[in-house]
């Protein structure tokens, strides 16, 4: 069959449906309220970051003309037009789910208020709050008297204020308010003389304030509306020999505050005058780049809305389990050392990993430390253990990226501080970002180095281990840990690129190695033997193994695939895709970890990374990607797999033709949400205990949308 546009779905496209996933979160009733809310702020926050990356590059895109269409796959002006046309209806959608759940919290006798629903009470407090905490970070600028119109932040909430005195618009003056919420927290809790559960924004006690701010002035009507801008924030990293990349990567940082305006919000409300005075002023007049809105912007603060008493209203916080084979141990090395260990997080407690690398920083047998580091923790207590080895005398290498994305900043800081304290830094590799997640801790045992390797899907970050599912995998196989050992080596000197049996490594031999899997697959369906592939990722978008996915499909190769995100692959097109179905789930925590496991031949190959399948990952960052040789720990993939290919909860359909983001619904007796039963197994008992007969694999699903056919077998039979 031939391939076509149909065939493929952009990515661009594909993460506005992604994005759309969340704003089912907040849609749906069952979610906690607060819950619903805070997926309003990730929603919110997820549209910005994609504003800032991949419609900034797209409008640069559209001044190299055709260049820029074969750069992105995609005519630039086109795609532009269809992400404004797409943003605008989710925005739709967005507004009147928001006005929804303020009336369902009402219910519970929670309240937002604005400056004009406070009772006396609440105006005092709200007075004083200003005088106090808001008013020493305000600086009203005049903007339509002001020699140079003032520089709009990204992603800062401003009040364009709008002061009139009579008719004349000669009389009328406009000004501009930054709402600090740098400083201040975005929600304030009020005080109420009932039940009531009263919260104002940090804006409204600006504006039931404004009065006493621009007091000078005679007028008779002062009026806001909120504004926001959102700048491109690509970095421009100069090609200066003379500075280091640490100081190049901090004067890019700078300049991207700075970039090139690529969207202006606005309050529906603001008065034409207005908007077009200000658009003038940014030189931002084409409407593409106007999107209208409500009052208020930057939801992704709602993330932190306040908790209150209630937990129904909240999800409950779970407490991870300590793994059976570190618990009440009193050196984790040595069980290591005795057998391979998976960490599931945030089932798992990212603890052990924290107190590894803290046993390494004072075990006397310990010689050295090696680790990359892609986004750490605010105080992050790796970082702690990292330094803490170094005065106890232990060579620390720390390879730091410091080219992830808005982490910038911080990894220059930990950079710093790593050196002070004697830390070996290295910053990445030219040419190829660093996001692997490894370390490499070697001990000297009677009179041999002994290595102990970390190897996993997800950063060293103690705060997104509690909300991001990832895997580790622990190992003191010398297979493993030599080849890690070995890129550790590469990341030293880079011409050192080495060969990896064992491991599969980014930009060296992950495309060739998939590649292989597939074919492998695709030969023994031709052959009649069982062939299948169960992949779990981020985002799949890379075209050529688009291609192969559906080459494997043809051939008869039965494909699952979980994306969180961005997929390009269409399932269930006749005679290209009818064996590939794809979903996405997305629920209470980020679904992160990559596992990979493929039929070949009944000898079945399992695998964890760090790298999605998109072309990035596999040419230009160096990833990892590391077989689980452990049958134990094979079994726990498979039934972790097992379990997320039976979600009829929060699993939707990905690009199905008529299902797009549906629900996915099984022919199983009860409901089955993936992340809430990968909690109670893992927590009562590790995933290599369960029986593969247990009725919670024998459900009855499909591995296509064609209900009743012969050919499609049940997901447990796919995956035991």
């Avoid at 801008?229 to 990567?249: F, G, P, Q, W």
């Avoid at 991207?256 to 919000?265: A, D, H, M, T």
């Avoid at 033709?657 to 993936?674: D, Q, V």
Wanted: net charge positive.
């Amino acid at each position: 069959m031939t391939l076509n546009k149909s065939s493929f779905v952009n990515r661009d496209i594909s993460w506005l449906s992604f994005n759309a996933r969340v704003l089912q979160e907040a849609e749906d009733v069952s979610v906690p309220l607060i819950e619903r809310l805070r997926f309003l702020g990730i929603f919110s926050n997820n549209r910005d970051e994609f504003y800032r990356v991949r419609v900034a590059t797209i409008r640069r895109m559209q001044k190299f003309g055709k260049k820029g269409k074969e750069i992105i796959g995609a005519d630039p002006v086109k795609l532009n037009e269809k992400i404004q046309e797409i943003v605008v209806e989710q925005q739709k959608k967005f507004d009147i789910l928001y006005a929804k759940i303020l009336k369902e919290i009402r219910k519970e006798n929670i309240y937002i208020v604005d400056e004009k629903g406070l009772d006396s009470l609440q105006q005092n407090f709200v007075r004083e709050y200003f005088t106090q905490n808001v008013s020493p970070f305000l600086i009203p600028i005049m903007i339509e008297s002001a020699p140079h119109f003032p520089y709009l932040k990204d992603r800062m909430i401003y009040l364009a204020i709008r002061i009139t005195r009579g008719e004349s618009e000669k009389k009328t003056k406009y000004s501009l308010i930054e709402v600090p919420t740098d400083f201040l927290p975005r929600f304030i809790v009020l005080p109420s003389s009932s039940n009531r559960r009263c919260i104002i924004l940090l804006e409204d006690i600006i504006r039931f304030c404004l009065n006493d701010v621009f007091s000078i002035f005679n007028y008779d009507t002062i009026d806001s509306y909120a504004i926001k801008i959102t700048r491109d924030a690509e970095l421009d990293i100069e090609a200066d020999v003379s500075k280091s990349l640490m100081e190049k990567i901090s004067k890019s940082v700078k300049q991207r505050k700075k970039g090139e305006p690529v969207r202006l919000v606005y309050d529906e409300q603001i008065p034409k005058e207005l908007l077009d005075f200000i658009t003038r002023k940014i030189k931002l007049r084409d409407t593409e780049y106007l999107i209208p809105g409500g009052r208020y912007h930057n939801f992704r603060d709602f993330i932190n809305f306040p908790r209150f008493e209630n937990d129904e209203l909240s999800y409950k916080t779970i407490r991870p389990v300590d793994h059976p084979k570190f618990k009440g141990q009193k050196s984790l090395l040595n069980i290591i050392r005795d057998k391979d260990v998976l960490l599931a997080y945030p089932y798992n407690s990212f603890k052990h990993v924290i107190d590894i690398l803290r046993e390494a920083a004072i075990d006397p047998k310990v010689l050295s430390i090696k680790i990359t580091l892609y986004r750490a923790a605010k105080n992050s207590s790796v970082i702690n253990a990292l330094v803490n080895a170094v005065r106890n005398g232990k060579h620390v290498t720390a390879v730091v990226e410091l080219q992830a994305r808005f982490d910038e900043e911080s990894n220059i800081f930990y950079a710093g501080k790593l050196q002070e304290e004697g830390v070996q830094v290295i910053f990445g590799v030219p040419g190829l970002k660093v996001h692997s997640k490894l370390f490499l801790i070697t001990r000297k045992e009677e009179n041999k180095n002994v290595l102990y390797a970390h190897i996993g899907t997800g950063n060293f970050n103690e705060n997104t281990s509690k909300i991001y599912t990832d895997h580790a995998l622990l190992t003191a196989k010398k297979v493993i840990t030599n080849e890690v050992e070995k890129l550790f080596g590469f990341y030293q000197n880079n011409y050192k690129t080495g060969h990896y049996n064992q491991l599969i490594v980014s930009p060296f031999n992950s495309r060739k190695k998939f590649n292989s899997f597939i074919t492998k697959e695709i030969e023994n369906a031709k052959k009649g033997k069982e062939a299948w592939m169960v992949l779990k990722m981020n985002s799949f978008s890379d075209l050529d193994l688009t291609e192969r996915i559906y080459e494997a499909s043809q051939a008869g190769v039965r494909i699952k695939l979980i994306i969180r995100g961005i997929c390009s692959v269409v399932p269930g097109i006749p005679g290209l895709s009818e064996n590939v179905e794809v979903i996405s789930i997305v629920d209470k925590y980020l679904e992160h970890s990559r596992i990979y496991i493929f039929c070949n031949g009944g000898s079945n190959t399992y695998y964890i990374s760090s790298g999605d399948w998109m072309d990035r990952n596999l040419d230009y960052r160096s990833e990892v990607t590391v077989p689980i040789l452990d049958a134990e720990l094979q079994n726990e993939l498979k039934k972790y797999l097992s379990i997320q290919l039976l979600d009829n909860c929060k699993a939707r359909y990905l690009n199905l033709e008529g299902k797009i983001n549906a629900y996915r619904t099984l022919s199983n007796n009860s409901k089955i949400r993936a992340q809430e039963e990968l909690y109670k197994v893992i927590s009562a008992k590790q995933l290599s205990l369960i029986r593969a007969e247990n009725t919670l694999f024998s459900s009855q699903e499909i591995i296509s949308s064609k209900k009743n056919d012969k050919k499609y077998l049940p997901a447990s039979k796919l995956i035991q």
